[in-house]
T-cell receptor, first 117, second 114 residues
Framework: QQQVKQSPQSLIVQKGGISIINCAYE??????FPWYQQFPGKGPALLIA?????SEKKEGRFTISFNKSAKQFSLHIMDSQPGDSATYFC????????????????FGQGTILTVHP | KAGVTQTPRYLIKTRGQQVTLSCSPI?????VSWYQQTPGQGLQFLFE???????NKGNFPGRFSGRQFSNSRSEMNVSTLELGDSALYLC???FGQGGGEKLFFGSGTQLSVL
């Protein structure tokens, strides 16, 4: 019930292309879905996040699409750049009773993105 | 504004020893969460502290423990180290209340158990 499944494990895209990473979750109590980007030697950094009451959120070249009925969400990176080469993690969490604590994230297994120049 | 600071950056220990890792959150953040990252298991939640109280706990054995101080700084301790404890230990901080869902991660402590 707590799993988040992420695919693909690795992705190679040409510069300027679109990168798409998919995630599926099981626990319908999750109410916060962030995406993190991690470079070697660094901790994950928050890219963009969405709540289940919206179907899409866009920030610059990054877009999250959310399908509540299918329990799936995806990250789209438009105009992919070599600097986007990193590991991407989807995650999900559930607020506590007061809706204020989201410190417990359940992460997907990660996608290694390589953008060729 | 300074980010999340974790010390030490690297640590080498032998089986059976114990280790303490430290985390200083972003100023003003009152919640600190700890995660273990390994190539095989990925990122797994250890525990979360808010105002010196453990608010959430993951599925790790009792050898893993933590605490938070009044200044929000946190430490985690692993006793009786096993080879499988070799991992990158990440600390993340957030406001922990009032919409404080954004977690900011440190660069981690790389623990090697020999």
């Amino acid at each position: 019930q707590q799993q988040v499944k992420q695919s693909p494990q690795s992705l190679i895209v040409q510069k300027g292309g679109i990168s798409i990473i998919n995630c599926a979750y099981e626990n319908t109590a999750f109410d916060y879905f962030p995406w993190y980007q991690q470079f070697p030697g660094k901790g994950p950094a928050l890219l963009i996040a969405i709540r289940p009451d919206v179907s899409e959120k866009k920030e610059g070249r990054f877009t999250i699409s959310f399908n509540k009925s299918a329990k799936q969400f995806s990250l789209h990176i438009m105009d992919s750049q070599p600097g986007d080469s990193a590991t991407y993690f989807c995650a999900a969490s559930r607020g506590n009773a007061g809706g204020t604590s989201y410190g417990k994230l359940t992460f997907g297994q990660g996608t290694i993105l390589t953008v060729h120049p | 504004k300074a980010g999340v600071t974790q010390t030490p950056r690297y640590l080498i220990k032998t089986r059976g020893q114990q280790v303490t890792l430290s985390c200083s959150p972003i100023s003003g953040h009152r919640s600190v969460s700890w995660y273990q990252q390994t190539p095989g298991q990925g990122l797994q939640f250890l525990f979360e502290y808010f105002s010196e109280t453990q608010r959430n706990k993951g599925n790790f054995p009792g050898r893993f423990s933590g605490r938070q101080f009044s200044n929000s700084r946190s430490e985690m301790n692993v006793s009786t180290l096993e080879l499988g404890d070799s991992a990158l230990y990440l600390c993340a901080s957030s406001f922990g209340q009032g919409g404080g869902e954004k977690l900011f991660f440190g660069s981690g402590t790389q623990l090697s158990v020999l």
